[in-house]
């Protein structure tokens, strides 16, 4: 069956980075464009970034433009999603999710904070 599995999360100090990672099995993780979402406490859950089968498509949502990069490496099944600058407002529970089925992974949590 398809599972996603995040991990790299973690607590930062504000203006710190970290990378995320997103590993995929159970489908053919080459073909299918991949994304990031976040959810904050007491807000919906939002699209952080996307990126297309082959990786030379992006997008990204305007509050993390210019700080975030996703990226994803289809020999090692795997989504990255590359944080600079991290504020508070970036705490939340980030979450990968593939465009096959639509599956989603467990999360990973992120709090920025001094």
């Known amino acids: 069956q398809v599972q996603l599995v995040e991990s790299g999360g973690g607590l930062v100090q504000p203006g710190g980075s970290l990378r995320l990672s997103c590993t995929a099995s159970?489908?053919?993780?080459?073909?299918?464009?991949m994304a990031w979402y976040r959810q904050a406490p007491g807000k919906e859950r939002e699209l952080v970034a996307g990126?297309?089968?082959?990786?030379?498509?992006?997008n990204y949502t305007d509050s993390v433009k210019g700080r975030c990069t996703i990226s994803r490496d289809n020999s090692k099944n795997t989504v990255y999603l590359q944080m600079h600058s991290l504020k508070p407002d970036d705490t939340a529970v980030y979450y990968c999710?593939?465009?096959?089925?639509?599956?989603w992974g467990q999360g990973t949590q992120v709090a920025v904070s001094s």
């Open positions: 999710r593939e465009d096959y089925i639509g599956t």
């Open positions: 990126i297309s089968v082959n990786g030379g498509s992006t």
């Open positions: 159970g489908f053919r993780f080459s073909s299918y464009a």
